[in-house]
Structures are given as C-alpha cells and as structure tokens.
C-alpha cells in the first residue's frame, strides 16, 4: 500500500510541475520569456509522469481491490491543479465564441465581422476570423446551454473545465462499471493525460469519450440505448460515429443484434448532424479533405499519405474488433489519424480499443509523455510514421511466424485478444 501512495504523490506532484511549466512555455499564443526552459521542464516531467503512472498500475496489480483513497487524493490534487491557470487554450476560446452567437445556426453561419458580448474580445484578438463550427450539434447545444448565463470569460472558462472534469468522472464511472481490473482503473483515474487535455485545455473530447464509455457500460443490459448514447459521441466530434461502435466490440458484440446497434448509432449520428445545416456537412467535408489538399511540398503530400493510410488502419482496426472480435493493442494510437491532423488530445480516442485489449497498461502509461511530444507538428507527423511503419512490422511478422510454424492459414491483419 505504501508503494500505491508514493505513485500516486508522484503523479500529483510531477503534474502540478507539468501543469505549471507547459502553460507557461506555450502561455497560448503569448510569448514568454525563457519558453524554451519552461517546455524542457514540462517535457521530463511528462517522462517522468509515464513512469509514475506504470509504477501505479504495478502497485495496484498486487493488491486485490482498488485502493479508492490515494487514487481520489491523486485524482483531487489534478483536478484541482487543472483550474488553478487561468490563460485559455485558444479551442476553448472558440467554443465560448460559438456558444456566444446570436443563434444556434448562426455558429455554423458566422459572418467575418462576427459581434461578441462586452468582455470577450480576447477571442477576437486569438480569433480575428472565427471559422465555421466544425462541433457537433450536442457540443454547441450544451455550451450554449451552461455559459449562456455567464457574463465574463474567466466564468466561461471555469464553465467549460467543469464539462471537462464533470466528463471524466462520468467516464470513470463507466470504466468501474465495465469492471476493468483495479489496477487499471487506477492507471485510468489517476492519469494526468485527461485532466490536462480535458479539464486544464478544456477540450470536448472527454464529453465524446465518456459517452462512449457509457455506452460501452449499458451495452450488454440495455443493447438498444448504448447506441444512441454512442450516437450522441458523434454529435460532439464527428469521427465518434466510427469510435463510439467499439461499444459493441469483444464481449459486448451479440451477432443477433449487431446490425441493427449499429444502424441506431448511424441514425442517431447523422439525423442529430442535420442540426447543424448544409454548412455543417460542408465543413466536415473539408476537414476530411484538408489533410491532403493543403499539402504543398513533396515531404506534406507523403506525411499526408501516411495520415491517411493511417486513418485507414484504424477503420480497419474498428472493423475487425467490432466484426471479429479481433484486436491488436498498439493499433489504439492509430486513432489520432481519424480527423484532419494528429493534435495531442486525440490520442485519447484510442481508450474505447486499448480497454479490450493486454496492451492497455501500456497505453495509459505512454499518454502523457506521447501527449507532450505531439505538441510539435514535426514529431506528430513522425508519431504517425512510427505508428504506421510498427503496424506494418507487427503484420509482418505474425505472417512469418505462422509461415515458419506451418499454420497455413491466412493471418488477420489484428489479433485477438
């Protein structure tokens, strides 16, 4: 028990150092001085951090229950932490200014000299043109809904990091309710990848994961109410249509009603997307379009190629564990391939996969140092590479070694579990 709480002191204490240093090295958007020592500080302590989180899944894997009290402690100091700064990442700064449109339709109309309620024209000077709204209907639903009230920015913020903590709970929820393994509930709750991601940045993807997180949870006793909680995921981003159909992969999957689950989340999906309009759709289409259409030079259309063939992959990798069962647990970073550019919190989107599989220790464990290191564009393009180029290995190599074993029959592209 004593190893469990020196983890979990680690991780608080190296996350308020990561939390401290990257915001002051990134300071969103504003120069700082000495950035450069503030991101190597945030950047050792993010490798230190992915040690300390596998240090904690060890500890809990010997122990037969989850010990609650040092994992919520851990759990408090982060949340706690994630509200403590109060410069905004400029995606939070874009769903206040979507949310503070004249209308619901007018976020997906917005005009190029847009008007803001007084006391929001730091959005304008982060967002001199704001684009069309590439959110999901629920996502501008809900903003609208909980910062339409406040008057203030700094009380927009400290809306929108609430629906970041507030999903995560949820989603934690869901993973108790799934009945992982303790020690992986501790790797997960105590993960400093979603509060700063989700809470601190403010990003919607943890609304969109924890709804497939709940979906995953009331599969098996209500199989026809996960779906449209699954569909709903979607109409937060986009790519969830796809995600949001491993809540009925592995143990979950019944092949007499596969089909139609499937079919409910789609509907679900695209009827909630037809609030959005035809500008919606046009957006979607360009963000689906723009990995290779905005590539200049010969090295962007080959990275582009390789986002895309990796955006296959995970299709792929979806596909099989949904139809077949069939995973393959380094697959679960692939998923960052399925919007328009591989951002740092997309890696999250690989929890729904990673759940089903041995890989998943692992997976927690690389979060954050992963997450830090795709906060450069250079290194997120060669995270894909590498991502690619090992999923080819792996393909590979389970070919020669059925070859050599003489097993004679095809092999799949993932493995089962």
């Given at each position: 028990?004593?190893?469990?709480?020196?983890?979990?002191?680690?991780?608080?204490?190296?996350?308020?150092?990561?939390?401290?240093?990257?915001?002051?090295?990134?300071?969103?958007s504003m120069p700082m001085p000495h950035a450069g020592v503030y991101r190597i500080a945030a950047g050792?302590?993010?490798?230190?951090?992915?040690?300390?989180?596998?240090?904690?899944?060890?500890?809990?894997?010997?122990?037969?229950?989850?010990?609650?009290?040092?994992?919520?402690?851990?759990?408090?100091?982060?949340?706690?932490?994630?509200?403590?700064?109060?410069?905004?990442?400029?995606?939070?700064?874009?769903?206040?200014?979507?949310?503070?449109?004249?209308?619901?339709?007018?976020?997906?109309?917005?005009?190029?000299?847009?008007?803001?309620?007084?006391?929001?024209?730091?959005?304008?000077?982060?967002?001199?043109?704001?684009?069309?709204?590439?959110?999901?209907?629920?996502?501008?639903?809900?903003?609208?809904?909980?910062?339409?009230?406040?008057?203030?920015?700094?009380?927009?913020?400290?809306?929108?990091?609430?629906?970041?903590?507030?999903?995560?709970?949820?989603?934690?929820?869901?993973?108790?309710?799934?009945?992982?393994?303790?020690?992986?509930?501790?790797?997960?709750?105590?993960?400093?990848?979603?509060?700063?991601?989700?809470?601190?940045?403010?990003?919607?993807?943890?609304?969109?994961?924890?709804?497939?997180?709940?979906?995953?949870?009331?599969?098996?006793?209500?199989?026809?109410?996960?779906?449209?909680?699954?569909?709903?995921?979607?109409?937060?981003?986009?790519?969830?249509?796809?995600?949001?159909?491993?809540?009925?992969?592995?143990?979950?999957?019944?092949?007499?009603?596969?089909?139609?689950?499937?079919?409910?989340?789609?509907?679900?999906?695209?009827?909630?997307?037809?609030?959005?309009?035809?500008?919606?759709?046009?957006?979607?289409?360009?963000?689906?379009?723009?990995?290779?259409?905005?590539?200049?030079?010969?090295?962007?259309?080959?990275?582009?190629?390789?986002?895309?063939?990796?955006?296959?992959?995970?299709?792929?990798?979806?596909?099989?564990?949904?139809?077949?069962?069939?995973?393959?647990?380094?697959?679960?970073?692939?998923?960052?391939?399925?919007?328009?550019?591989?951002?740092?919190?997309?890696?999250?989107?690989?929890?729904?996969?990673?759940?089903?599989?041995?890989?998943?220790?692992?997976?927690?464990?690389?979060?954050?140092?992963?997450?830090?290191?795709?906060?450069?564009?250079?290194?997120?393009?060669?995270?894909?590479?590498?991502?690619?180029?090992?999923?080819?290995?792996?393909?590979?190599?389970?070919?020669?070694?059925?070859?050599?074993?003489?097993?004679g029959a095809a092999v799949p592209l993932v493995s089962s579990r």
């Amino acid at each position: 028990m004593k190893s469990v709480w020196a983890a979990c002191a680690s991780i608080a204490a190296l996350y308020v150092a990561e939390a401290a240093s990257f915001t002051h090295a990134l300071h969103y958007s504003m120069p700082m001085p000495h950035a450069g020592v503030y991101r190597i500080a945030a950047g050792i302590a993010a490798a230190l951090l992915t040690g300390a989180v596998y240090w904690l899944y060890v500890a809990v894997r010997r122990l037969s229950s989850l010990p609650a009290v040092p994992i919520l402690a851990c759990a408090l100091i982060m949340g706690a932490t994630s509200f403590a700064f109060i410069n905004p990442h400029r995606d939070a700064l874009a769903y206040i200014a979507y949310a503070k449109q004249p209308t619901f339709a007018s976020a997906y109309n917005v005009p190029p000299d847009y008007v803001l309620p007084p006391g929001f024209s730091e959005i304008k000077r982060e967002w001199p043109a704001l684009p069309t709204c590439s959110y999901g209907p629920l996502w501008l639903w809900v903003a609208r809904a909980l910062t339409g009230p406040v008057q203030s920015l700094a009380g927009c913020m400290l809306v929108m990091r609430f629906i970041g903590l507030l999903s995560l709970v949820l989603m934690f929820a869901a993973v108790v309710r799934l009945r992982a393994p303790p020690a992986v509930v501790a790797a997960t709750i105590a993960n400093p990848f979603w509060y700063f991601f989700y809470v601190l940045e403010a990003h919607n993807d943890g609304l969109a994961l924890m709804l497939v997180a709940a979906a995953m949870a009331i599969a098996v006793p209500l199989p026809f109410v996960a779906p449209v909680v699954a569909g709903a995921a979607a109409l937060v981003k986009a790519p969830f249509i796809l995600i949001g159909a491993l809540a009925f992969s592995g143990a979950r999957s019944a092949r007499n009603r596969l089909w139609l689950q499937l079919a409910i989340l789609a509907a679900v999906a695209v009827a909630g997307s037809l609030f959005g309009g035809r500008r919606y759709f046009e957006k979607l289409f360009f963000h689906g379009t723009q990995t290779y259409s905005t590539s200049q030079s010969t090295l962007g259309h080959l990275f582009a190629a390789i986002h895309i063939a990796l955006a296959i992959l995970a299709i792929v990798a979806i596909a099989a564990a949904v139809l077949r069962a069939r995973f393959s647990g380094p697959l679960s970073f692939s998923f960052v391939a399925l919007s328009s550019f591989p951002y740092p919190w997309y890696l999250g989107w690989g929890l729904p996969y990673a759940y089903d599989t041995p890989f998943v220790p692992a997976f927690l464990a690389l979060l954050s140092v992963f997450g830090f290191l795709m906060n450069s564009e250079p290194v997120a393009r060669l995270f894909e590479a590498a991502v690619l180029v090992a999923a080819i290995a792996v393909f590979l190599r389970r070919r020669y070694q059925l070859r050599t074993e003489g097993a004679g029959a095809a092999v799949p592209l993932v493995s089962s579990r």
